[in-house]
């Protein structure tokens, strides 16, 4: 069952840069790392530069939980992004077609 994941990050004024950065470094590691991860994609709004959406999909429950416990997640999003956040979302998603 493939899994979409969908986040938000609402980044504390100041730090878009460096959540951008960290975003671009994470998702390096992704692609080397985590042949279950099927997408890594980073956007920041138009709009508002302190507001990130991440779109992820996986090839299972499995494969999400594994992908928390990365020495890369721990590192960037853990150590380095939660700490500038104001406020973070997710949401879990089984695909229906496709």
């Known amino acids: 069952m493939t899994l979409a994941l969908i986040a938000r990050y609402h980044v504390v004024p100041g730090n878009a840069a460096l959540v951008e950065q960290s975003l671009r470094e994470m998702a390096q590691h992704v692609a080397a790392h985590e042949p279950a991860c099927l997408v890594y994609n980073a956007n920041v709004d138009l709009e508002n530069e302190n ?10 429950e499995d494969a999400v939980a594994a992908h928390r416990e990365t020495p890369h997640f ?3 999003i853990e150590g380095t992004i939660v700490p500038v956040l104001e406020k973070r979302e997710r949401e879990l998603y ?5």
């Open 51 to 60: 507001l990130f959406c991440l779109y992820e999909v996986y090839t299972d």
């Open 74 to 76: 721990k590192r960037f």
């Open 94 to 98: 089984r695909r229906v077609i496709g």
